[in-house]
């Protein structure tokens, strides 16, 4: 889901990023405000009144989108991808709120996809992924920083 938004954003309808254009995805924003979540709706905003860096904050949500759809994919390093997609779909889900029974892509988005990225990060990834010949070779995890992420 978080890598075919990716690619639908970039290759498919490259409009939704184009801030000039009808279809920008910035204005669907528009649509969440009176639905949000309280500690949400200021900050929504404050990222609407700012539109440079509301173009920003897309791009960078649509690359984080991409990068973790595809790292899920793949089955490399699961637990963390789990983690990053579990909070950008609740993030979805409180921004998004209610929209009503005619638009349930939001609440979808949150509940599902958040309980089975939640599901990815604990679990981790198992015989069809790159994770699992990873975790052959190094039994203690992938060292990021100074952190060992488990692939097992």
């Known amino acids: 889901m978080y890598f ?17 254009s009808t279809a920008y995805v910035g204005g669907k924003l528009i649509t969440f405000l009176p639905h949000a ?15 440079h860096l509301l173009y920003m904050f897309l791009l960078l949500f649509t690359a984080v989108e991409g990068l973790f759809g595809l790292l899920m994919i793949l089955g490399l390093t699961t637990r963390l991808s789990g983690l990053v997609i579990t909070l950008l779909a609740w993030s979805i889900g ?15 988005i949150a ?16 015989w069809l ?12 995890g992938l060292k990021i ?6 692939l097992w």
């Open 111 to 126: 509940a599902v996809e958040g309980a089975a990225a939640l599901m990815f990060m604990f679990t981790g990834s198992r």
């Open 37 to 51: 979540w309280q500690p949400i709706v200021g900050q929504l905003e404050w990222i609407l009144l700012h539109p």
């Open 145 to 150: 920083w100074k952190f060992y992420i488990p």
């Open 4 to 20: 075919s938004a990716f690619l639908r954003r970039t290759i498919n309808v490259p409009a939704k990023l184009n801030p000039l």
């Open 129 to 140: 992924s790159i994770d699992q010949y990873l975790a052959k070779k190094y039994p203690r």
């Open 94 to 108: 409180a921004a998004g709120g209610w929209l009503g029974p005619t638009c349930v892509d939001e609440w979808q």
